[in-house]
């Protein structure tokens, strides 16, 4: 079955410092891959997602994330954090063929100190 | 513009109502997905639905059900209400061919 672990419950970070959020995902193959962001009170939205080809990723508001498939990784960078950026964030794997449901994983508060 | 909405927004209910949580999209999408999440928790998917007059149970056992009557309505209801069923309520829809889901702002249930 699949599963996608995110370790890391909380992570404070400085604004203006650097950000890794972790997603390591257990799968038979090579699934579709998403982070998604939730700010307190709102639904999800779409930051990145890797389908194939280069495995470095761009998405919105200055995020990358690289997909490791010897390591079943795919982290979330951030170059600078802005306190915007202080959010739940969530790793996700979609299944490539059948129905194609995502598993998410637990989340990952962000959060940023001035 | 194309969007996916979500009534009520915010919900306090007592104990034994009825309710019937609103979820609209206006982006032609076939695939619509319920899923219910509990504060800093991961999301479950309770209910999904190919198209029009399909629904389908998702991975996480829930007492709501779902109706398909149009493509771009997919509401879900609670015929009686308990405590057990506080928690936040994101709708979401996708193309046929994606994966891609694309999500409302979310209905947080209190039940009381």
């Known amino acids: 079955a699949q599963s996608v672990t995110q370790p890391d419950i909380h992570i404070t970070v400085s604004e203006g410092a650097s950000l890794e959020l972790r997603c390591n995902y257990s799968y038979g193959a090579t699934p579709y891959l998403f982070w998604y962001v939730q700010s307190p009170g709102q639904g999800l939205q779409l930051l990145l997602k890797y389908f194939s080809g280069d495995t470095l990723v761009q998405g919105i508001k200055g995020f990358e994330a690289e997909f490791k498939r010897s390591q079943s990784s795919f982290n979330l960078r951030k170059p600078s954090v802005h306190w915007s950026d202080a959010a739940e964030y969530f790793c996700?794997?979609?299944?490539?063929?059948?129905?194609?449901?995502?598993?998410f994983g637990t989340g990952t508060r962000l959060l940023v100190s001035p | 513009e194309a969007d996916i909405y979500q009534t009520p927004r915010y919900l306090v209910i007592g104990t034994g109502k009825k309710i019937t949580l609103e979820c609209s999209q206006t982006m032609g999408h076939d695939k619509m997905y319920w899923y219910q999440q509990d504060p800093g928790m991961e999301l479950h998917l309770i209910h999904y639905s190919y198209g029009v007059n399909s629904t389908e149970k998702g991975d996480l056992s829930s007492e709501s059900t779902v109706s398909r009557i149009r493509t771009e309505h997919f509401p879900l209801t609670l015929e009686s209400a308990r405590p057990s069923h506080t928690s936040q309520y994101l709708c979401?829809?996708?193309?046929?061919?994606?994966?891609?889901?694309?999500f409302g702002p979310g209905t947080r249930l209190t039940v009381l």
């Open positions: 979401a829809s996708s193309r046929i061919a994606g994966v891609e889901q694309f």
């Open positions: 996700a794997v979609g299944a490539r063929t059948g129905f194609q449901k995502l598993v």
